[in-house]
């Protein structure tokens, strides 16, 4: 579990237990001006989310009336400690999906999956690379990886590149807004506490039949509404001419954080506490050195796998970071974005309501992130905002249900992308499609991995 944001806070800044006496009237004013605010300020005038989170972050306080030094100091500390626990996990992702990407590992990956596969298992076998591929890798790193690989199967298999290309978008966009360790899910599992080895576990087993529904079923359909050809790019790819690391030794470092995080769930669950097994694994299965530990080893199974010496090795490793730069201070602003709502009582506001109103926690929680996604185009402004909403409500939640409502948000975030969304034009641009062929394809292919990861988290929560 990281640590809890509210107890990092100084004696001076906003506490739980020592808000200032500030009405319901103000409140919630407050909260919507500025969601208003950060909505605007991306959707009209364009503005950086980080700057627009930052700027709704001190509409808040003051319009709630707080003094703006306790403003400052509650973003601040926000800002940091999610700096902290999550940026450091998203520079590791960047470095290893980027060595995954240099050593021609996931070529290796793509190409091995795809040459088992027939006519028709082939949009389930785009699938699996989209999911593999978006495991560890960014949204936006992951797309454009994959791009070469659908146009190449489009045209070696004469199908259409909506009929290959939406299963392997599905696979990624799944892996983005459901399972950790993307940047989305992360901010989302710290801000509700939630166990990151169970929402690791309750995000895969949403995701396969969610992948398969919005995938290749929905493929079936969109292709025939959209019939284009793969368009003429990405003829050959540089890492066809040099040596690759074998499948076996790529699966087996792209798997090894999801292993060990899990091995800190199962151990939580099965051996006593302060057993030695359960104060290595617990180690081991803490995402910070789970990632490490993958970087590290990818260095050696696909860096010198690759033939790639110490000097391309550092290069790679550094020129992934500055890519990521932007998400790591939009996750961050988004965490100081939260914290403030939290200490100005506005989160506990909302909890008290939707305790007293009968809905559906998990419904509430997909329904908010939807709107925030909607208005925004972002899913990690979705996910941020709608978590610090809603933290308030996880107190009082059992493990599992904190772990579902973290699913749902995620679920919500990636609903209908539409033209405020830079996913929207990278998938026009690279397929060639108009704007209403994206919306027909794309933008529904969204709408129904969203809809459908939330229809299997309600039915997990029955389960469960």
Same mark, same amino acid.
């Given at each position: 579990?990281?640590?809890?944001?509210?107890?990092?806070?100084?004696?001076?800044?906003?506490?739980?237990?020592?808000?200032?006496?500030?009405p319901?009237?103000?409140?919630?004013p407050?909260?919507?001006? !500025? /969601?208003?605010? *950060?909505?605007? +300020?991306?959707?009209?005038?364009? #503005?950086? =989310?980080f700057?627009?989170?930052? &700027?709704? %972050?001190l509409?808040?306080?003051?319009?709630?009336?707080?003094?703006?030094?306790?403003?400052?100091?509650?973003?601040?500390?926000?800002?940091?400690?999610?700096?902290?626990?999550?940026?450091?996990?998203?520079?590791?992702?960047?470095?290893?999906?980027?060595?995954?990407?240099?050593?021609?590992?996931?070529?290796?990956?793509?190409?091995?999956?795809?040459?088992?596969?027939?006519?028709?298992?082939?949009?389930?076998?785009?699938?699996?690379?989209?999911?593999?591929?978006?495991?560890?890798m960014?949204?936006?790193?992951?797309?454009?990886?994959?791009?070469?690989?659908?146009?190449?199967?489009?045209?070696?298999s004469?199908?259409?590149?909506?009929r290959v !290309? /939406?299963?392997? *978008?599905?696979? +990624?966009?799944?892996?983005?807004? #459901?399972? =950790?360790?993307?940047?989305?899910? &992360?901010v %989302?599992?710290?801000?509700?506490?939630?166990n990151?080895?169970?929402?690791?576990?309750?995000g895969?087993?949403?995701?396969?039949?969610?992948?398969?529904?919005?995938?290749?079923?929905f493929?079936?359909?969109?292709?025939?509404?959209?019939?284009?050809?793969?368009?003429?790019?990405?003829?050959?790819?540089?890492?066809?001419?040099?040596?690759?690391?074998?499948?076996?030794?790529?699966?087996?470092?792209?798997?090894?954080?999801?292993?060990?995080?899990?091995?800190?769930?199962?151990?939580?669950?099965?051996?006593?506490?302060?057993?030695?097994?359960?104060?290595?694994?617990?180690?081991?299965?803490?995402?910070?050195?789970?990632?490490?530990?993958?970087?590290?080893?990818?260095?050696?199974?696909?860096?010198?796998?690759?033939?790639m010496?110490?000097?391309?090795?550092s290069?790679? &490793?550094?020129?992934?970071?500055?890519?990521?730069?932007?998400?790591?201070?939009?996750?961050?602003?988004?965490?100081?974005?939260?914290?403030?709502?939290?200490?100005?009582?506005?989160?506990?506001?909302?909890?008290?309501?939707?305790?007293?109103?009968?809905l559906?926690?998990?419904?509430l929680?997909?329904?908010?992130?939807?709107?925030?996604?909607?208005?925004?185009?972002?899913?990690?402004?979705?996910?941020?905002?709608?978590?610090?909403?809603?933290?308030?409500?996880?107190?009082?939640?059992?493990?599992?249900?904190?772990?579902?409502?973290?699913?749902?948000?995620?679920?919500?975030?990636?609903?209908?992308?539409?033209?405020?969304?830079?996913?929207?034009?990278?998938?026009?641009?690279?397929?060639?499609?108009?704007?209403?062929?994206?919306?027909?394809?794309?933008?529904?292919?969204?709408?129904?991995?969203?809809?459908?990861?939330?229809?299997?988290?309600?039915?997990?929560?029955?389960v469960?």
């Amino acid at each position: 579990m990281t640590t809890d944001l509210l107890s990092l806070l100084p004696t001076s800044a906003l506490a739980a237990d020592k808000l200032p006496d500030i009405p319901a009237g103000r409140l919630v004013p407050a909260a919507l001006l !500025g /969601i208003a605010v *950060l909505v605007v +300020l991306i959707v009209r005038f364009k #503005l950086h =989310p980080f700057l627009s989170l930052t &700027l709704g %972050a001190l509409t808040v306080g003051a319009v709630a009336g707080v003094p703006m030094a306790d403003v400052l100091d509650s973003y601040t500390k926000g800002f940091g400690s999610t700096a902290a626990s999550v940026g450091i996990l998203i520079a590791l992702g960047a470095m290893f999906g980027k060595l995954l990407a240099d050593s021609g590992g996931a070529d290796e990956i793509v190409d091995t999956i795809i040459g088992r596969s027939g006519t028709r298992s082939l949009p389930w076998a785009m699938a699996a690379v989209g999911a593999i591929i978006g495991l560890p890798m960014f949204f936006e790193i992951g797309l454009v990886l994959l791009m070469p690989v659908i146009f190449l199967v489009a045209r070696r298999s004469q199908q259409s590149v909506i009929r290959v !290309g /939406i299963p392997a *978008l599905a696979g +990624l966009s799944a892996m983005h807004g #459901l399972v =950790p360790p993307h940047p989305g899910p &992360l901010v %989302a599992i710290d801000a509700l506490k939630a166990n990151l080895g169970v929402t690791l576990g309750f995000g895969i087993l949403v995701a396969i039949p969610t992948i398969a529904l919005a995938g290749p079923w929905f493929a079936r359909f969109a292709a025939r509404w959209v019939d284009v050809p793969a368009p003429d790019l990405f003829e050959a790819r540089e890492s066809d001419n040099g040596p690759r690391p074998s499948f076996g030794i790529t699966m087996l470092t792209v798997l090894t954080p999801v292993v060990l995080m899990m091995g800190k769930a199962l151990a939580d669950i099965l051996a006593g506490k302060g057993t030695a097994a359960r104060t290595v694994l617990d180690f081991l299965g803490t995402p910070l050195i789970a990632l490490l530990i993958a970087v590290i080893l990818a260095m050696f199974t696909l860096g010198r796998g690759a033939g790639m010496g110490v000097k391309r090795i550092s290069s790679s &490793l550094e020129s992934s970071l500055g890519p990521i730069a932007g998400i790591i201070l939009i996750v961050a602003a988004g965490g100081g974005f939260k914290q403030t709502l939290v200490d100005t009582g506005i989160g506990q506001l909302v909890a008290d309501w939707i305790s007293g109103s009968g809905l559906s926690v998990l419904l509430l929680a997909w329904l908010v992130a939807v709107l925030i996604r909607l208005a925004t185009g972002s899913a990690t402004v979705a996910t941020v905002t709608a978590s610090g909403i809603l933290a308030p409500l996880a107190a009082g939640m059992s493990t599992n249900e904190v772990s579902l409502m973290v699913l749902a948000i995620g679920a919500g975030s990636v609903f209908f992308s539409h033209v405020n969304d830079a996913g929207f034009w990278l998938v026009k641009e690279f397929f060639g499609l108009k704007v209403g062929q994206t919306i027909k394809s794309w933008s529904l292919m969204e709408t129904v991995l969203s809809v459908t990861g939330l229809v299997f988290v309600l039915l997990l929560n029955l389960v469960v």
